[in-house]
Structures are given as C-alpha cells and as structure tokens.
C-alpha cells in the first residue's frame, strides 16, 4: 500500500473535502461499533472531523465479540524491561509514571495514569498478529491517540508520531537498542488507535506492556508498541535509531506493516 505524505495542514483539507463529498456524521457513526459511541457524544471530543477525513479511505480493523476472545495471549519480546527507572515504577504501583508528549506541539501534555482515565475511553475486541507467527485475540480499553493529540495541539508540519518506550529490547549499555515505533498520522487518528492500560478487562501486566501501550489495530504486532514512556510529534524520523521509523524496522521489517 502506498502511503501519502500527510502533514497536520493536509489532515484539515481532507477533513473539508469529505464534507464536501456529504460523507454525514449519522454515516460515519454507522460505521463504528456501538460500545465506542459514547465516545462520539463527548463534548470534549474534537476530532471528529479529522477522524471523518481519515475514515472515508480507512476501513476498521475487525472487531470480536467476548466469546471470540483467546484463552491465554502469549506475551512477546521484552516482557519486563530491566532499568532501574522501570523497576522502580514497578515497585511504586507507576505512581510516579508520566506520559509526555512533545516535540511539534504548541501544549506539551505531561498526564498521570489517574488524568488519563478521565479522558474519555475506548474498548475494542480485536486480533492481534505476530510476525512470528501467532495471533491472539484479547479486549484493550484506553484513550484514543487522537483526543491527546488534539490536546497537544500539533504543529502544521507534523507528520509522524513517535513512540519511546522504557525497555532496551537487546542488552546494551548505551541504551542503543531501545525500543521505539512510529506511525502516520492517518493511523494516529484512526479511531481504533488507543493508548491501552487495560486488557482484558484487568490492567496491563508488566508482560504485555504496563503501565501503558499502544494499540493500532491494522498493523502487525511489533508496531504496538509497550512500556509507553513518552510521545513525540515530528516531521522526520531520521533523528531516531537508523533512521527507519522504528526498532525491527530499523532491522530490516517494514516500516508499515499493514495486516
Ligand atoms: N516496548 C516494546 N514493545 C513491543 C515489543 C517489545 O519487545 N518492546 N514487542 C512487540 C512485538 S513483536 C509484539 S508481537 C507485541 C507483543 O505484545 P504482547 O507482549 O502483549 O503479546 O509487542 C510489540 N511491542
Ligand atoms: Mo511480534
């Protein structure tokens, strides 16, 4: 799938031409599952418009029911990062955890887990699947990427969304192989792009990825990425490990690993 350049700027012209092209808002609740509707009636939610742009080319990831969900879902590459600035979250139940968002943002947002739940929340019953080979199909509650991104307010020239992660995935000293990812802003604002602190119901386990994670349902497992430390809008990914957007693609896996 080829991928359109697409600033903040560009966002808002799509968002008037799918007005334009009388895509309604009764149109575009239809196509969303009826658990996330309450989500749609919040005041506070802006990104209406820019979610609709988005959805006129931009089909949803399948959602489950609760009896589709699997058994047991197996916990993949890092499962407990081991820095002493993890750990010591760990032991404090992440009561001193933040999530920042920065880089080209005019608000800068620095929120706790307690201002995070306040927000208003999203729950989606979804597949996910590993490039190595399995799937599992698990329950994720959390707040949708694009709500804090309209807080963050982002600059004109933003094009990629960043996320730094606590774990060093190989075991180097320098902090080279730190775990990063990075997306578009067409996923970022997909109305199935949230930042999980709950799973199946409980909150995320160490193992899969606490205090918080993403979840971006229309690419393959390693772009959800874990252990969420810090957001940062950008206009270009060459400033970040080699180069590539994120740590398997700078390995060699596709930057977009479109399911
Ligand atoms: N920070 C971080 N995020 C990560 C990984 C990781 O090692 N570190 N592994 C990725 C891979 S390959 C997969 S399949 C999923 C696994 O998520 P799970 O442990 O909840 O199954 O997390 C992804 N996100
Ligand atoms: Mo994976």
Redesign the pocket.
Known sequence: MKKKLLTRRSVLTAGAVAAVGGLTVAGYRSLIAPNSLRILESAEYVTLNAQRALLANQPLAREFGVADMSPT???????N?ESQAYQAMVQNNFSTWRLKIDGLVTNPVNLSMADLKRLPQRTQITR?D???GWS?IGKWTGVPLGQLLEKAGMADNARYVVFH???D?YEAADGSAR?Y?SIDLFDAFHPQTILAHT?NDAPLKV???APL?LRVERQ????????LMRIEVTDKLSHLGQGKGG??PDRGYEWYAGI
């Open positions: 879902f197996k916990a993949n590459g890092t499962t990062p996910h590993c490039v190595e599992a992660c606590a774990d995935y775990y990812e799973m193992a899969h990825g994670r393959l497992g390693y772009k959800h990425a874990k252990y740590f398997w």
